[in-house]
């Protein structure tokens, strides 16, 4: 069946009838082509890596596809690929021991002190790009859509900074590429949260997308999701979208999982695609993929960072948050999110410190932490961990958490998405949609359910069986906040403590729940190379005093280390 499909895809496209230069990027054939068809890309079948995983123990890692039915890289790498082309392999490996792993305020300095140019720094990461994502072999089907001014932005940026004309007081993000998940608005960019229905979705740039734009920051493209951030189906893949295929952890392809619904976000931050990315959560969808892809993740409060312009599941739970490769870059990238968004009833305007947070006062000494006693019994990396900070002079108490109910949790994210989703349509979406509503959604993927919903759509339809009401949500939303809330609690107020400690998205769902954020930093790996974190979890609008604990733990541990076939 798929050698079919690929077949097919070849007949349709008429590009590949014509008289053709395979060009691989890797070699960087710089022959006159410009009287001929360049491609940089071919679909192939990927059939046996499919077959391979058809027994993997894990049931969702058993994929049906890896490669995209529905995108062509050509549309998206052709447009850059002559400013890309200027970039030698020479410069490129120049540029490594400049930019490769290094935080926002290394790359500042050196861009500050003329050893770098905005320009260079945008045509390395893009450079990285083409190298993997072009070659099926490396490709982690991440990048689905690039910023055709991306370059020129940043070589606008150079002429200013040659003229001395920079702002006087640079925001640390000015200048830095930044990828957003792709269901994030973003103007002169689809947005499709994966999903084909929204395959030409044009809309203005999201809230916080105007904010790192005034801050200076470049945005380098979209990266791929969980399709609908992950509330599509049931037992599928995390990380597959119909738009932009499966995607892949760059610790072990096909080997572990990517997390979701931010895989993109994660998998290309790890990849070093580019300086760092945004991710969304509802309950676990950033700190689920930061710590499966060994980066930093931060779900913030439910209020810090504006959701308008996000296509939504929960208005209630939905947040965005930075992902990066290390503490310092999380907290730049938040700061350059956050404000007072008035089409937001949620968003609040917080002075909270968060940029300066993780270079001030990181001892671990004397912090109180909650450790989970069953966590502690199960799994040896954090045991390990936990005996280190006590190393350090943090203070240990071992808690055992109440048992609380989280029926109904479910049904928030029915009634809201039910809600939400239409109001997005209407008045997010620049142009006609095939959809308007969760029923014609669910009928339009119907169509074509091996395109569309190769693994079914069963939280869709689940959607519009929910027969909650607006009155029963309320309730249900207050009596899980106060679980949420009293499952942390009661041990952080009984003992003073500073936060609770988890393991990546272990616990998210009670934190969703309570609004309360949480940050996970890489912890190290298993014995099979797969990412493990920790997840510093405190009360609502914590965010400095977790980032400081995160900055405090990484300049100790030093645990995360970059994916051995992306360096």
């Not at 890896?66 to 490129?92: A, R």
């Not at 002169?188 to 801050?215: P, R, W, Y």
């Not at 997390?259 to 969304?280: E, L, M, Q, R």
């Not at 003073?496 to 996970?520: D, Q």
Request: charged share 20%; net charge positive; hydrophobic share 40%.
């Amino acid at each position: 069946m798929e050698v079919f499909l690929v077949l097919s895809y070849l007949v349709m496209k008429k590009i590949f009838l014509l008289t053709l230069v395979l060009l691989a990027f890797a070699c960087k054939n710089k022959k006159e082509t410009s009287k001929e068809e360049v491609v940089l890309w071919m679909p192939y079948n990927d059939s046996l890596e499919v077959e391979k995983n058809k027994t993997h123990k894990n049931s969702r890692m058993r994929y049906k596809l890896l490669q995209s039915k529905v995108i062509d890289k050509n549309e998206i790498f052709l447009p850059l690929y002559p400013e890309v082309q200027k970039l030698s392999e020479k410069e490129y490996t120049a540029l490594k021991p400049l930019i490769l792993e290094k935080d926002i305020y290394t790359l500042r300095k050196q861009l500050d002190e003329g050893v770098l140019t905005y320009e260079k720094l945008v045509l390395f990461y893009l450079y990285r790009i083409y190298k993997y994502e072009l070659d099926n072999t490396t490709t982690l089907n991440t990048v689905i859509a690039l910023n055709k001014d991306v370059v020129k932005q940043a070589r606008k940026l150079d002429e200013l900074k040659n003229a001395n004309n920079e702002p006087a007081s640079k925001h640390p993000i000015y200048g830095m590429p930044i990828l957003l998940k792709d269901n994030i608005n973003t103007k002169n960019m689809v947005t499709t949260a994966g999903a084909i229905a929204l395959k030409n979705n044009s809309t203005d740039d999201a809230f916080i997308v105007k904010q790192l734009k005034e801050n200076g920051a470049l945005i380098l493209g979209k990266v791929n999701l969980s399709e609908w951030a992950y509330f599509l189906c049931t037992g599928c893949p995390v990380g597959y979208s119909a738009v932009g295929g499966q995607t892949l952890n760059p610790y072990g392809r096909t080997v572990f999982e990517t997390g979701g619904s931010s895989a993109g976000s994660g998998t290309a931050v790890a990849a070093n695609y580019a300086v760092a990315a945004v991710g969304t959560e509802t309950s676990g969808s950033i700190l689920s993929p930061s710590s499966q892809n060994s980066v930093v993740g931060l779900k913030p409060t439910i209020g810090l960072l504006s959701r308008t312009g996000i296509v939504p599941i929960s208005s209630t739970l939905d947040t965005p948050g930075p992902m990066a490769k290390n503490v310092g870059d999380a907290a730049i990238l938040l700061d350059a999110m956050k404000g007072k968004d008035a089409a937001d009833s949620k968003s609040v305007e917080k002075h909270l410190g968060v940029l300066s947070a993780p270079l001030i006062d990181n001892s671990l000494k004397g912090k109180r932490f909650g450790v989970i006693k069953n966590l502690l019994e199960s799994d040896s990396i954090y045991k390990i961990t936990i005996d280190k900070l006590k190393e350090q002079g943090s203070v240990i108490v071992e808690i055992t958490p109440p048992e609380v109910s989280m029926s109904g949790f479910l049904s928030i994210l029915n009634i809201d998405m039910k809600h939400d989703l239409p109001t997005y349509i209407k008045n997010q979406t620049k142009n006609k949609l095939p959809i308007n509503d969760i029923k014609s959604a669910v009928a339009f993927n119907a169509k074509d359910s091996v395109v569309r919903i190769p693994y079914g759509q069963a939280l869709f339809r689940g959607i519009l069986a929910d027969t909650t009401t607006v009155e029963e949500l309320a309730v249900i939303v207050s009596n899980l906040e106060q679980n949420g809330r009293r499952y942390f609690n009661e041990a952080m107020d009984a003992h003073n403590l500073n936060a609770i400690l988890s393991i990546n998205n272990y616990h998210a769902g009670y934190a969703a729940v309570a609004k309360y954020p949480a940050i996970t930093v890489p912890m190290g790996y298993k014995k099979t190379g797969e990412p493990i974190s920790l997840t510093f979890i405190a009360k609502q609008f914590k965010e400095a005093e977790l980032l400081r604990y995160a900055a405090g733990f990484e300049s100790v541990f030093k645990a995360r280390q970059i994916p051995k076939k992306y360096n």
